[in-house]
């Protein structure tokens, strides 16, 4: 419930590009309402509810709040105004589909975020929803919609299914992600100038411990306090470092090599392991749920698209001075009115 104070204007992430729906507009708009979208009123206490939310949210940011009648005001105005007509336009669909969010499902949802986000303390709980500006009910609210928006989503894509000859088509289009070059474990020394990496080649050869003198004078952030110690796939590291470290023989030291980082001294302390490729069996689950949510994400912005076309037909209405500016069915077909 990040927590909660996240949700008050990004509860609707998948769908804040978009309105949808299929209901005409045949809700009377009152004088206690800012909108009506289909047969949903939106009263002013919600909006008011959910402007000082905002405010909330730029005091603990210890941001100013807009004032009323400046440009930000009234983007901010407008865009908590579209989240509660997404939100109705949510309801309306859900309703249509069948969605059940019963209390018993709410309680068991809220219980699991106590638990998850609060060790299961009550008094933490209540204690960041007040921070938030929050009642109880109001965060059982935003639960609900929640879970609303979850078995939308599931139905809207239950009929996703991925084939094996897309995921083999993946696996094929993309087979270096599955393939392991070939590797060895090195130690090596990095330092700036030629005479101290020749001086450190000298007390290597004459059996000096090559950690100690890693810890004391190599500029590798990364192998240094490790002594030297690291493994190097090819291809992964400079030029003439990679050439080196894979022509060395295992407990072979090599001279000062040069690179755009100054001098290294490296010591293979391996074989070379073999390049390996992961093979399309092991993979196979991972590149099928990938697939699926690709999928999934795509059904769902269509079938947001699609209902976005349908509120835009006049279906929504706005009390005078509460139209938002851009007007978010701008783009769509179809106008809306002010009464």
């Known amino acids: 419930m990040k927590r909660l104070a996240l949700l008050a204007f990004a509860l609707l992430a998948l769908v804040a590009t978009g309105c949808g729906g299929s209901s005409s507009a045949s809700a009377r708009l009152g004088a206690d309402d800012v909108a009506v979208a289909g047969s949903k009123e939106i009263g002013k206490e919600e909006f008011q ?16 709040f807009p004032k009323p009648g400046t440009a930000e ?9 579209t989240f509660l007509i997404l939100r109705a ?11 059940d969010v019963t209390d018993e499902k709410v309680d068991k949802r809220v219980e699991q975020l106590k638990k998850q986000f609060y060790g299961g303390n009550q008094e933490r709980y209540e204690k960041t929803l007040r921070q938030q500006g929050l009642t109880a ?3 059982r609210g935003e639960v609900r919609m929640q879970l609303i928006q979850e078995d939308l989503y599931k139905q809207v894509t239950g009929d996703v299914k991925v084939t094996k000859d897309e995921i083999r088509a993946y696996y094929n289009s993309h087979k270096a992600q599955y393939q392991q070059p070939e590797s060895r474990e090195v130690r090596h020394i990095l330092v700036q100038k030629k005479p101290l990496a020749d001086q450190i080649y000298a007390q290597l050869k004459s059996g000096a411990n090559f950690a100690k003198l890693a810890k004391k004078y190599s500029k590798d952030p990364g192998s240094a306090a490790n002594g030297g110690k690291l493994t190097v796939s090819k291809g992964q590291t400079v030029p003439e470092f990679d050439k080196k470290t894979f022509e060395l023989k295992k ?9 755009q980082y100054g001098y290294h001294l490296i010591e293979a302390l391996s074989d070379v392991k073999p390049a390996t490729k992961t093979p399309l069996t092991k993979v196979e689950g991972s590149i099928k749920q990938q697939l699926e949510k690709q999928q999934k994400d795509a059904a769902m ?12 037909k006049g279906k929504i209405k706005y009390q005078v001075g509460y139209q938002p500016n851009p007007d978010p069915c701008a783009t769509g077909t179809g106008t809306t009115t002010s009464n």
């Open 49 to 64: 509810t959910l402007m000082a939310r905002a405010k909330r949210s730029y005091d603990t940011a210890k941001r100013p």
């Open 73 to 81: 005001y009234e983007q901010l105005k407008g865009q908590a105004v």
């Open 89 to 99: 336009e949510f309801e309306q669909e859900a309703e249509d589909l069948g969605v």
């Open 137 to 139: 009910e109001q965060a």
């Open 251 to 259: 407990g072979e030291l090599s001279k000062p090599v040069k690179t």
């Open 301 to 312: 912005t269509k079938w947001v698209e699609d209902m976005k076309k349908g509120y835009c």
